[in-house]
């Protein structure tokens, strides 16, 4: 399988949360079609703080869907973990503890 044509592809809005108006596709061909709309719809005006600096309001994720995930004990699960960097030189960065999620569904 030609893992860049191939498989699904998920399309999400990158303000979004909680898997809210989540678009699947699994044709490439129409995948391009979408993002060639949102490129329309998103050229200026869309929001402007001043003449030089403005937001786009229409900003997309798009991510191979992973058809093949890791699972335990045959449920799906996710991990987060944070940390930030406040200088490079000298290094500082601070960590926060993250999360493990699981479902409570097998997949």
Do not use: C
Not at 18 to 37: A, F, M, P, S, T
Not at 62 to 88: T, W
Not at 91 to 103: D, E, T
């Amino acid at each position: 399988m030609n893992t860049v044509n191939g498989g699904m592809w998920i399309v999400k809005h990158s303000n979004g949360a909680r898997g809210e108006n989540i678009e699947v596709y699994n044709d490439v061909q129409l995948l391009k079609e979408k993002l060639r709309k949102e490129k329309e719809l998103a050229k200026p005006p869309a929001f402007f703080y001043d003449k030089y600096f403005y937001v786009n309001l229409r900003s997309l994720i798009v991510q191979k869907y992973i058809e093949n995930p890791l699972l335990i004990e045959g449920k799906k699960l996710d991990m987060r973990f944070y940390l930030y960097v406040a200088s490079f030189n000298p290094i500082y960065a601070v960590y926060y503890p993250g999360y493990l999620r699981r479902s409570i569904l097998n997949y």
